[in-house]
């Protein structure tokens, strides 16, 4: 990527939080306490139809417009690597996995993707015990708001009983803070998690977000919820933020990341021909989407207005929230997790981020824990 300024290295904020290392495996306990809702009804989970647009964010959005996710880029320049990258792209990642979308199923309140939550004032705050996925200083040990009837991803509560990623995800509009916990766990042993990172969805973040080299509960260190699409914005009919994308570790330039990136991991093994952490891809403008369903499209056109953000490794190219607790849901509105697999990667460009950032041993995560 050229070393050039974008308006988001314009933000003059105020630094607060963050989270650092890779992703890794710990044996997981017994699924424990909470059985997942069916609708958001839920006594302990505010039944509104959604995340965003709380603490005076703007609709279909989390946090203000000025964040680079929330910023249109049909308009934005190409980056002088983007052939590279995309045919390198279009070569090497052509697994059966390939623009498939992580959330929607047939079925509704399957309990596979992410899940998200929002709490209310009657929702208790759980404090718990780091795990070996817990990296100081990036991680935040406030206690997180656990809704009653709540779940966290790819699992009917909250036990981390299938060992996955087991992300947490909690709106608290009360504090308007947003968090984010990697490998939850909670049973009647009592409640431990890896890598929190708490947002603060009305303070200010400088370029570095919770800090320069710093994770959070997304090996890139940005926030999952604000790129992470559900099937109410869908029945909305448009999705007003950048997408989360996920690639092959292999895939991904080793230790090289871009901003709002502000992290790598030491499993990126991909040649300079590779996109970095951070990476912006735009669907081109000129992309035939006339092949693609309504709902498809409406994903489509976010990718051409606000791209996405390369936030994590893995193998299902896009993300998406499963439909447990929004008041709409994926067979109503019509979108199944293969309806983007007609696209290709030459469907796509790079637009110019800035300078890349190296992750090594100098790349020390200076951040102030959130506690409480």
């Not at 279009?90 to 623009?99: A, L, W």
């Not at 929702?123 to 206690?143: G, I, N, V």
């Not at 290709?344 to 102030?368: A, K, Y």
Request: proline letters at 7%.
């Amino acid at each position: 990527m050229p070393k050039t300024t974008s308006a988001w290295f314009a933000l003059s904020c105020m630094l607060l939080g963050c989270a650092s290392h890779p992703v890794g495996q710990v044996d997981a306990a017994p699924s424990g306490a909470g059985q997942s809702g069916t609708g958001g009804n839920s006594s302990g989970i505010d039944a509104g139809p959604s995340l965003l647009g709380r603490c005076g964010a703007a609709k279909g959005q989390l946090f203000d417009g000025s964040y680079p996710w929330n910023q249109t880029v049909d308009a934005a320049p190409v980056d002088a690597e983007s052939t590279t990258i995309i045919n390198y792209l279009q070569t090497k990642h052509t697994g059966s996995q390939r623009f498939r979308i992580d959330g929607p199923s047939e079925t509704a309140n399957a309990i596979f993707g992410l899940t998200l939550l929002v709490a209310n004032a009657s929702t208790p705050r759980e404090a718990f015990t780091p795990t070996d996925d817990f990296f100081t200083p990036d991680c935040d040990t406030a206690p997180v708001p656990l809704p009653e009837g709540g779940s966290i991803e790819g699992e009917t509560g909250y036990g981390c009983a299938g060992d996955g990623d087991c992300h947490l995800i909690v709106l608290d509009p009360v504090s308007c803070r947003l968090h984010e916990m990697w490998r939850t766990n909670r049973t009647a042993s009592g409640f431990s998690g890896g890598c929190q990172a708490v947002w603060e969805l009305q303070q200010p973040y400088k370029t570095t977000l919770r800090g320069e080299c710093c994770t959070s509960a997304d090996a890139a260190g940005l926030p999952i919820a604000a790129h992470t699409f559900t099937a109410d914005e869908i029945a909305d009919g448009e999705i007003r933020h950048a997408i989360r994308f996920i690639l092959p570790n292999e895939h991904m330039r080793a230790l090289l990341y871009v901003h709002p990136a502000t992290h790598s991991t030491g499993r990126t093994s991909g040649p300079a021909e590779a996109p970095p952490y951070g990476a912006r891809l735009r669907l081109k403008a000129s992309a035939d989407l006339s092949r693609l369903k309504p709902a498809a499209k409406i994903v489509a056109k976010a990718l051409q207005a606000y791209g996405m953000f390369l936030s994590d490794g893995g193998k299902v190219t896009f993300t998406a929230a499963n439909d447990r607790f929004t008041q709409h849901k994926w067979p109503e509105v019509g979108l199944l997790p293969s309806d983007l697999t007609s696209l290709n990667w030459s469907d796509f460009e790079v637009i110019e981020d800035g300078p890349l950032h190296t992750f090594d041993n100098q790349c020390d995560c200076n951040h102030i824990p959130v506690a409480h």
